[in-house]
């Protein structure tokens, strides 16, 4: 009995614990304190962007020694990794998405966020001209405003490759409205066939899917999808559900090249069992409103129909980005992305340090690429500004006869020291993909080598760590909810 009872004070103090933290982070977010205001005397920082690389930066930024200015045409973050569990309702919107302000409301100095697009960077007299892109329009609706330092993570863009019909007729999976759109274009595919008297032909054309793009948007896509068709579709929609057909169409040998053989292996025999056709080698020519046109391994071109097409073909550069490109012919000339040092200092860009998908390095366009680069300026930021004000010292010691030689030196050891800023550097934590079934893979460095793993206990660690990496409390709590929720209700068929 006295084991007992101790066993249920622990669990009881557990909770109120538990419940007292979640508490305490819940208000103390909710309550930011007074921020100082913005200081003449502080260099300004302007932040394009409020993606991965932007956000990391805006968590780490020292305020107390810049102005901080972010623009973003969204004023959110949107942590993407989950991003197709909302395109089939496994997920709700805005539970993956956290408001810029809830981090810039946090810093000690007041941090300047405006919704808007940027439309232009000026090198040359270190200025950003930004516009609203919004329905509401004020009194103002464009603005140029100057930088000390720019920091320009604006991202990328759908890579189309110019094929007609792509922008006209596809749906994409890159930023929010796309994902809502997917899903309620799904539903209407759906609705659609079932409409009385519908024609067998036309049956299969709306129920048939189409992925473009073996990568991991298009394979996390296409196991989304199927988890749909299995745990919902069938139950709501039984007549339909065996009609659904998925087709993943890739141009290469294989589908997600970057990871192991073993795990491509894994993926192609699950997406086997699931019923999920993979075409590779197969190359989409021209999409038509109802068909898409497809070159096989043999070259030969075949007209498919199709209900939904989701374009997840790669990135590409913005026109933003292109325009500051051609702004430095000489030294940016690669169509992939800006050129930038080993310090993400941008080429022939005074004071603009480039990050993330806009860039052309030799990382992938990731997301643990672009937040640890955010991280990394945030840090050199730093150093950068306690440098000028050693300096500052240093000046005015040498300046002042009352000066002793130990207090110049000291000064000049710490100069020293933070000057040595370090080239940034990568670590990879691993590449993780969803690819439905409750299953996940997962290339994982491990000792000094690599750890390939698939399966169920893959899955359950693809959910832990995406739920342990995001923003805040607030969307911890609504993800797990919402999984809880698709467990004991299913996924909601109604179409918006
Ligand atoms: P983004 O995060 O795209 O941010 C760009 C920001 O710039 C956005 O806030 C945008 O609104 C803003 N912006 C755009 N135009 C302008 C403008 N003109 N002016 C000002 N601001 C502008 N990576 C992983 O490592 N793991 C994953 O599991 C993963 N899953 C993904 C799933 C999906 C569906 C997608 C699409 C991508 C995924 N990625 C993943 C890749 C990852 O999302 C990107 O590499 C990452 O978002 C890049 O960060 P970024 O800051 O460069 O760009
Ligand atoms: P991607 O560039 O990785 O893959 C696009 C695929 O489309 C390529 O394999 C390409 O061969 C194929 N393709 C291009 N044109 C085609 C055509 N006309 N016909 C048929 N196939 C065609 O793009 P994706 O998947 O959007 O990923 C972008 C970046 O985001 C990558 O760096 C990726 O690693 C990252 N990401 C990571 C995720 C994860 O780690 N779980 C999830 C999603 C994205």
């Given at each position: 009995r006295s084991f007992l009872q101790t066993v249920g004070r622990v669990t009881l103090g557990a909770i109120v614990l538990s419940g007292g933290a979640f508490f305490y982070v819940t208000q103390r977010d909710r309550h930011p304190g007074q921020q100082a205001a913005h200081?003449?005397?502080?260099?300004?920082?302007?932040?394009?962007?409020?993606?991965?690389?932007?956000?990391?930066?805006?968590?780490?930024?020292?305020?107390?020694?810049?102005?901080?200015v972010v623009i973003s045409p969204h004023n959110y973050f949107l942590f993407t990794p989950l991003l197709p569990s909302v395109s089939v309702g496994t997920l709700e919107p805005r539970s993956i998405i956290q408001p810029t302000r809830y981090i810039t409301r946090h810093k000690k100095r007041r941090v300047e966020v405006y919704e808007g697009e940027a439309k232009s960077v000026d090198v040359e007299n270190k200025t950003v001209t930004f516009a609203d892109n919004s329905d509401i329009k004020g009194a103002v609706s464009a603005t140029t405003i100057p930088y000390d330092y720019l920091v320009y993570a604006v991202g990328a863009e759908n890579q189309t490759f110019g094929i007609p019909g792509v922008r006209e007729h596809t749906c994409f999976l890159k930023e929010l409205p796309d994902a809502e759109k997917l899903r309620t274009r799904l539903m209407d595919c759906v609705e659609t066939a079932a409409f009385k008297g519908q024609e067998d032909a036309e049956i299969d054309r709306l129920m048939h899917i189409m992925v473009v793009g073996g990568g991991p948007t298009g394979v996390e896509f296409a196991g989304e999808l199927h988890d749909f068709l299995v745990d919902d579709l069938q139950s709501w929609y039984p007549e339909l559900a065996n009609r659904l057909k998925i087709s993943l169409i890739e141009a290469l040998p294989n589908v997600l090249p970057v990871f192991s053989k073993q795990l491509i292996q894994y993926t192609e025999s699950t997406f086997k069992a699931n019923k999920i056709d993979i075409l590779t080698r197969t190359m989409v020519r021209e999409?038509?409103?109802?068909?898409?046109?497809?070159?096989?391994?043999?070259?030969?071109?075949?007209?498919?129909?199709?209900?939904?097409?989701?374009?997840?073909?790669?990135?590409?550069?913005?026109?933003?980005?292109?325009?500051?490109?051609?702004?430095?012919?000489?030294?940016?000339?690669?169509?992939?992305?800006?050129?930038?040092?080993?310090?993400?200092?941008?080429?022939?860009?005074?004071?603009?340090?480039?990050?993330?998908?806009?860039?052309?390095?030799?990382?992938?366009?990731?997301?643990?690429?672009?937040?640890?680069?955010?991280?990394?300026?945030?840090?050199?930021?730093?150093?950068?500004?306690?440098?000028?004000?050693?300096?500052?010292?240093?000046?005015?010691?040498?300046?002042?006869?009352?000066?002793?030689?130990?207090?110049?030196?000291?000064?000049?050891?710490?100069?020293?020291?933070v000057s040595k800023i370090k080239p940034f550097h990568y670590s990879h934590q691993g590449s993780l993909a969803y690819i439905g079934s409750e299953k996940a893979v997962a290339d994982l460095p491990f000792f000094n080598g690599n750890l390939a793993t698939g399966g169920m206990a893959t899955f359950l660690f693809w959910r832990s760590a995406y739920i342990s990496n995001l923003l805040s409390a607030r969307n911890r709590f609504l993800v797990l909810n919402d999984w809880m929720k698709v467990k004991l209700f299913g996924r909601d068929v109604s179409r918006e």
């Open positions: 200081d003449a005397s502080k260099k300004t920082v302007v932040v394009l962007g409020s993606g991965w690389a932007a956000t990391s930066l805006l968590k780490k930024i020292d305020t107390d020694y810049y102005n901080v999409v038509k409103e109802k068909t898409v046109v497809v070159q096989d391994e043999n070259k030969q071109l075949k007209e498919i129909p199709y209900g939904m097409l989701v374009w997840a073909a790669g990135n590409t550069s913005r026109q933003i980005t292109r325009d500051l490109m051609a702004q430095l012919p000489d030294v940016q000339n690669q169509r992939r992305g800006l050129l930038v040092d080993e310090y993400l200092r941008l080429l022939g860009g005074d004071g603009v340090f480039a990050l993330g998908d806009c860039t052309a390095t030799s990382y992938a366009p990731t997301a643990q690429v672009a937040s640890q680069q955010g991280a990394y300026i945030a840090r050199a930021l730093e150093q950068m500004a306690k440098k000028e004000q050693l300096e500052e010292t240093l000046h005015s010691l040498r300046a002042s006869s009352n000066s002793k030689p130990e207090e110049i030196e000291a000064v000049v050891k710490q100069i020293n020291k």
